[in-house]
């Protein structure tokens, strides 16, 4: 069973940084996709930033240029470096991970089997 835990999660102004973390008790056994989602208050969650084992990485065009997934295989910890952050970053941010490659999952990325329960970012303006 893998177990993801997001922190970094805080209040800060507009123009502002952050710095995400997601720590996973274990790694799907298999070829894997990892992925940073977010969901603004009163929407649904979107995809973010996704990450394959390959390296191969894609980003939401509305964070494009401001955020940077990256990971770290041997701590186990996948991160989200955001800045130049705006009020409508507001959001509840998740990471996901799935044992299945992410050009499977490339239709709906929220499918993915795994979540953490999240952490709050708020950017005010």
């Known amino acids: 069973q893998v177990e993801l835990v997001e922190s970094g999660g805080s209040s800060v102004p507009s123009g502002g940084s952050l710095r995400l973390s997601c720590a996973a008790s274990a790694y799907p056994k298999r070829g894997y996709c990892l992925g940073w989602f977010r969901q603004p208050p009163g929407k649904e969650r979107e995809e973010v930033a996704i990450?394959?084992?390959?390296?191969?990485?894609t980003y939401a065009d509305s964070v494009k240029g401001r955020f940077t997934i990256s990971h770290d295989s041997a701590k186990k910890t996948l991160y989200l470096q955001m800045n130049s952050l705006k009020p409508e970053d507001t959001a509840i941010y998740y990471c996901?991970?799935?044992?299945?490659?992410?050009?499977?999952?490339?239709?709906?990325?929220?499918?993915?089997?795994?979540w953490g329960k999240g952490t709050q970012v708020t950017i005010s303006s």
């Open positions: 996901a991970a799935d044992e299945l490659p992410c050009e499977i999952l490339a239709a709906d990325y929220t499918g993915m089997d795994y």
């Open positions: 990450l394959d084992r390959a390296g191969a990485i």
